[in-house]
C-alpha cells in the first residue's frame, strides 16, 4: 500500500480501560479519502469513548492510530487539530451570540494592519465566511447576524463548513442529528455527503439507522465496546444495521413479548382476540 | 414599537413619587408670594453623617426643627457610606443649585478643601458643624459650631484619671474620620500622656465589633478604662463588658448618647458620657447661616461655637433619657 | 457538485434597514435609558441646577468614576467572569499612594507607579487563581475584597497609626504629573477625558481586534473557544490585571484630585462597576455586551444619583429612589433589547 493509498485515518485494535470497565475491546476502522464512515451502536457502546481516543482527548490503552499512513500520538485535541482531525460535538460548536463570521474565525481571526496596530480584518472575515459557506452550499446573505438566528442543522453545517475551511482532513461528528428536527436532520446529512463529495473524510456518529443509512458509505457497528463489523453500502441493508445494533435476539425477544398484547405490523394479530383486519 | 403599557405606569408613578419626595423637602414653600423674605430662602445641608445614624438623626431632627421655626426650605444630605469622593461631589452638586446658605461638616479638610473653596468662591455663605473645628478657619468658612475634639478628650481622660484608671483601650467606630482620631489623642493626653490602645469597629457590624472589643480586653488583664467614641461603638463596648464578666473592674465611658448608653448610667454602669449636644449642631447650624444669608449677622467673632462638651452623668441620667426620646438628646 | 451556478437566495433573508441594525445593538437599551433619566431630571430639577454647567460637571464627574471602573469590568464580565475586588483595590492603591507621597516623600511618577505596579500584581494572582482552580471568580474575588481591604487597613495603621493620610496636596503643588491627573477645564474635570479615552479604548479592543473577539469567545463559551485554540486562560488574567489597574487610575486620580487617601476609599465601587456594565447591555452570564453601553451605564448611574440631589428628594428616601430608578433602567434596556432581537 502506498502512502497516497492510505486511510486518511486508521484506528487498530484500540483498547481503552477506564478503571474496571471495558470501554472499547480491539476496536479497529479506517477511513478514506472522500468516504463517510458511519459508526453506530446504541447508547453506551463506546461510540463516544472511541471518538474521543481519535481526536486526542486520552490516548488508547493498547492500539495504534495511523494518520496519512504515518503513526501518530496525540497529547491533546489541539495536537490532533493541527494533524487535520476535527471534532464537531453537537452543542459546543458555535456560540449562538457571537456573528457567524466571528465564530467561523474565532482562533484563527484574519487581521489587516492600521500604522502599528494589528486589527481584525471582519471585512474579510464576513467575505470569507460567505464563500467558504457557499462552496459548501449553504447561501447566507448576512454572515454579520449571530449564530443564534441560525437553525439547530445550519449550525452544524456551518460548524462543519469551518472545520473543512481550516484544513481538516477528517471531520469526525458526534451525533449531529439526534436534537433535529426532520428537515433540519436533511440539511445536516445533505452537507455532510457534499463534504465527503469534497475528498474529506467524515466519520458520522449516530444511533439513528435511519440517518446514517443514506449518507454512508461504509458502516462499523459498535455494540458494548466491541465491534460486530465493518460493512459496505451494498453489503447489508438499513434493516439488517438495526438488527446487529440492537442485537438481534433482543429484537425477536422484543416482538415476540409485544405479539402477545398489541398487533405487530407483518405478524398474525395476539391470541385470543378479535381484532379486525387493518 | 408598542412600549407595554405597565412600563408608562411604573413610569408614570415614579414621577408622581419624585414630585412627592421634592415637595417634602420644602414645606410651606409658596411660590413667589412675596412677604417674608425668609420663606424664599434655601440652604443645604451637607453631612458625612447618614440618617440612619442614630447620632446623626438628632442632628437631623435639630436641623429640620430649624427649618420649621424659621419657614425656610433646607435640604439634608450625605453619601451612603463614609466616602469622601462622594460627599466632595454633594458640596459640588449642592453649589450647583445655587443655595442661600451651606452648612457642612469637615472629616477630611484635604478631600473636601476644593468644593468648600468653590462654594466659597461662588459667594454662598457657610458654616461648618460637628467636624473640622481645627481647619475651619483656614478654609475661609465663616464659623464653626461643634465641639472641639482634642480638648473633650482631654476632658474625658481627666475624668478617667480621677476615678483611678491607669490603663485604657480606645474604640474608634469610624476609622477615617480625622476627629474620632483627634478624641482618642486627647483621651490619652488627659490620662497624664499613657498611650491608649485604639481598637478599631465597624460601626455597621455590632456583632462583629463586640467580639472585636473582647477579644481586645481578654488579650490585656490589666486594662481597666474603655472609651468609646460613639453610641455604635459603646452598644457593643457595654455588650462585651457583659460578657467577658470584666463589667466590675473597667471603667467605660462614651462620647453622644444612645438609650443604652443613658440606661446604663442611669443604672450606674457607665462612668459618663459625653454629650456634644448635637441637635445644638443642626439648629444653630442652620440659624446661624441664615441669619447671616439674611441680614449679614454672625455670632462669636469667628471662633468655635461649642456645643460641647456636656457631661452626663448617673445623677442627671434620668432627666436626659426622657429628651432622648424625642430625639433632642 | 454545481458550483459555479448562481445559487437562489435564502429566502429566509430580507434586507434589513438601518433602523433594525441599529435596534439590534446591545447599546441601544443604555442610551434609551440614559436620555429617559436626563429627561426625567431636567423636567424635575431643570431649574435647580440639573441643567446648568456646573450641575452637569458634577454628575459628568461621578458617572466619569464609576465609569473608569466600569468600562474594564464590562470587558472582563463579557469574557465570562466578575472582579469583586475593584473597590478594596481602589483603597489599596490610594494608600499605596497617599503614603507613598505624604509619609515617604516618594515623588509623583514613582508613587504612581507603585500603585499600578502592585494593581498589576494583584490583577494577575486574581486571573491566576481563576484559571488554575476553576473556581467561581465571584467568589475568589470576593475573598480578594477582604484580603485587600484587610491588609490596607491593617498596614496603614502599622505605618501611620491613622486611617486616613492627609498632606498630598502640599506635596504635589505643580507638579507637573499630578495635573495630567488633577487639571481642570473650567468645572469639568480631566477624570471625565480619561474615562472617554479609557472607553474609547476598550471598545475598540472589544470590537475590532482580535483579542476583542477571543474576549466574546471566552465568555460564550470557554470550551468551545479553547478547542479552536483561543488562549482563553491568558484572555482573562490579562482582563483581571486590566480592572485592577483601572481601580488604581482611579485611586491616583482621587489622591492627586482630593489630596488624601483613606482606607475606606472605593467601597460599594465593585458593584457600582457591575450596575454600569449591565445597564451598558452586558449579560451577567457573560458572552454578550458593549464597552460603549457601559459608557451610558455609568452616565445613567451618575445622572441618577446628582439628580436625586438636585431634585430636593428628602435624604431619607434617597436609597429607595437609587433603586427603583436603576431597576427601572436595567427593566427598559432588557426590554428594548428583547423587541429588537425578536424582530418585527
Known sequence: MTQTDAPLIEARNITKYFGSVIALHDVSLSVRRGEVLCLLGDNGAGKSTLIKTLSGVHPPDTGEIFVDGRLAQFDSPRHALHAGIATVYQDLAMIPLMSISRNFFLGSEPTRSLGPLRLMDLGQADRLTREALREMGIDLRDTSQPVGTLSGGERQSVAIARAIHFGAKVVILDEPTSALGVKEAAVVLRFIAQAGDQGVGVILITHNVNHAFPVGDRFTILDRGRSKGTFAKGEITAAELLEHMAGGAELDELRHELEDVVEVPGTPPPSGSAAPAP | ?329 | MASAEARPVDERVRRVGLTRTLLNRPELGAVTGAILVWVLFAILAGDRGFLSLNGTATYLEVAAQVGLVGSAVALLMIAGEFDLSVGSMIGAASMVMAIGIAELGWPVYVAVAAAFGFALVVGFINGYIVVKTRLPSFIVTLGMLFILRGVTIGITRALTGRTQVPGVHAATEGDPIAAIFTAQLGPFDVVILWWLVIAAVATFVLMRTTFGNWIFGAGGSAIAARNVGVPVARVKIVLFMATAASAALLAVIQVLTFGSGDVLRGEGKEFEAIITAVIGGTLLTGGYGSAIGAVFGALTLGMTRQGLFFAGISSDWYQAFLGLLLLIAVIVNSWVRNRATRGG
Not at chain 2, 414645606?27 to 440612619?52: E, F, K, M
Not at chain 2, 459667594?123 to 464653626?144: C, E, K, M
Not at chain 2, 485604639?198 to 455590632?206: G, M, N, Q, R, T
Open chain 2, 1 to 329: 414599537m408598542k412600549a407595554p403599557r405597565w412600563l408608562a405606569g411604573v413610569a408614570v408613578l415614579g414621577l408622581v413619587l419624585a414630585a412627592c419626595g421634592t415637595q417634602e423637602a420644602s414645606p410651606g414653600d409658596d411660590d413667589g408670594n412675596g412677604d417674608g423674605s425668609s420663606r424664599d430662602l434655601r440652604i443645604v445641608v451637607v453631612t458625612h453623617g447618614q440618617a440612619s445614624d442614630p447620632f446623626w438623626s438628632v442632628v437631623a431632627n435639630g436641623v429640620n426643627q430649624a427649618r420649621d421655626d424659621l419657614g425656610i426650605e433646607v435640604e439634608y444630605n450625605a453619601p451612603e457610606t463614609f466616602d469622601m469622593p462622594a460627599m466632595a461631589q454633594l458640596i459640588d452638586t449642592a453649589v450647583a443649585s445655587e443655595p442661600d446658605g451651606l452648612v457642612v461638616s469637615i472629616p477630611d479638610a484635604d478631600a473636601l478643601g476644593a468644593s468648600i473653596q468653590a462654594a466659597i468662591d461662588a459667594g454662598i455663605p457657610v458654616v461648618s458643624i460637628n467636624s473640622g473645628s481645627d481647619v475651619y478657619r483656614d478654609l475661609g468658612i465663616l464659623t464653626h459650631v461643634g465641639q472641639t475634639e482634642f480638648e473633650a478628650g482631654v476632658g474625658a481622660g481627666q475624668r478617667m484619671a480621677e476615678a483611678g484608671v491607669t490603663n485604657t483601650i480606645c474604640v474608634n467606630q469610624e476609622v477615617g474620620n480625622v476627629a474620632l482620631d483627634l478624641r482618642c489623642e486627647g483621651f490619652a493626653e488627659g490620662l497624664g500622656g499613657v498611650p491608649s490602645e485604639v481598637v478599631a469597629v465597624d460601626l455597621a457590624d455590632p456583632a462583629g465589633a463586640q467580639a472585636g472589643i473582647e477579644a481586645a480586653l481578654s488579650a490585656d488583664d490589666s486594662i481597666d478604662g474603655l472609651l468609646t467614641l460613639g453610641p455604635t461603638g459603646a452598644d457593643p463596648a457595654l455588650a462585651a463588658l457583659e460578657a467577658s464578666g470584666r463589667a466590675g473592674d473597667v471603667q467605660i465611658a462614651t462620647f453622644d448618647l444612645s438609650e443604652n448608653v443613658l440606661n446604663a448610667l442611669d443604672a450606674g454602669e457607665m462612668l459618663f458620657a459625653i454629650d456634644q449636644q448635637q441637635y445644638l449642631q443642626g439648629y444653630l447650624g442652620v440659624l446661624i447661616v441664615t441669619q447671616f444669608a439674611q441680614y449679614g449677622l454672625l455670632p462669636g467673632g469667628g471662633n468655635p461655637i461649642l456645643t460641647g462638651p456636656g457631661f452626663v452623668t448617673p445623677e442627671n441620667a434620668a432627666q436626659v433619657i426622657e429628651l432622648s426620646a424625642e430625639g433632642i438628646r
